[in-house]
């Protein structure tokens, strides 16, 4: 996927295309997800991270031909999602240092991020954010003490980031 793209506002008009796009790209994929065996096809009110539509902080990565592939929102980096045929092309990292831009811009304190990829806490590292607390997949333990959540290698712990602005 060579296609040129531009940052946009991602808007509630665009719901049902991120729908479709989360869970192509990121629900797919996702080392919890995963790691508990849930199924990528969730209907579209179950996807949370849809709500954030209505604040005006969620950026959208989209092709010259409008497919989207990436998506994000600013103060919580609740999603850091990347089509498969673009990974590796700086377009998460891209996505994460925009919405620290509008994050700041719009006069919040900090941003953060749940990192359960081990690529996302990558992202959120080289972009100088602190993390404040990680905890391996192998902790997560029920009643019987059996580790419930083992996504596939590499992504072996969650970890929380944050980013406090001056």
Same mark, same amino acid.
């Given at each position: 996927?060579?296609?040129?793209?531009?940052?946009? *506002? @991602?808007?509630?008009?665009? +719901?049902?295309?991120? @729908?479709?796009?989360? +869970?192509?790209? $990121?629900?797919?994929?996702? &080392?919890?997800?995963?790691?508990?065996?849930?199924?990528?096809? +969730? &209907?579209?009110? /179950?996807?949370?991270?849809?709500?954030?539509?209505?604040?005006?902080?969620?950026?959208? /990565?989209?092709?010259?031909? #409008?497919? =989207?592939?990436?998506?994000? *929102?600013?103060?919580?980096?609740?999603?850091?999602?990347?089509?498969?045929?673009?990974?590796?092309?700086?377009?998460?990292?891209?996505?994460?240092? +925009?919405?620290?831009?509008?994050?700041? *811009?719009?006069?919040? &304190? $900090?941003?953060? @991020?749940?990192?359960?990829?081990?690529?996302?806490?990558? =992202?959120?590292?080289?972009? #100088?954010?602190?993390?404040?607390?990680?905890? *391996?997949?192998?902790?997560?333990?029920?009643?019987?003490?059996?580790?419930?959540?083992?996504?596939?290698?590499?992504?072996?712990?969650? @970890? =929380?980031?944050?980013?406090?602005?001056?």
């Amino acid at each position: 996927m060579e296609e040129e793209y531009n940052f946009v *506002s @991602a808007e509630e008009v665009d +719901r049902d295309k991120l @729908a479709e796009f989360l +869970r192509n790209n $990121f629900y797919k994929y996702e &080392p919890v997800n995963l790691g508990f065996q849930a199924p990528p096809d +969730r &209907p579209i009110e /179950a996807m949370k991270i849809l709500d954030f539509l209505k604040e005006g902080t969620s950026i959208a /990565a989209v092709t010259t031909s #409008g497919d =989207i592939i990436g998506a994000d *929102s600013s103060l919580y980096l609740h999603v850091i999602a990347v089509h498969q045929n673009a990974l590796g092309k700086g377009i998460g990292k891209k996505l994460v240092k +925009r919405s620290m831009e509008i994050a700041k *811009s719009k006069g919040f &304190p $900090f941003i953060w @991020a749940m990192c359960t990829s081990y690529y996302s806490a990558k =992202i959120c590292n080289l972009l #100088g954010m602190e993390c404040v607390f990680k905890k *391996s997949y192998q902790e997560y333990k029920n009643e019987a003490g059996i580790a419930e959540c083992l996504p596939p290698e590499p992504h072996n712990q969650i @970890a =929380i980031y944050v980013l406090k602005f001056n």
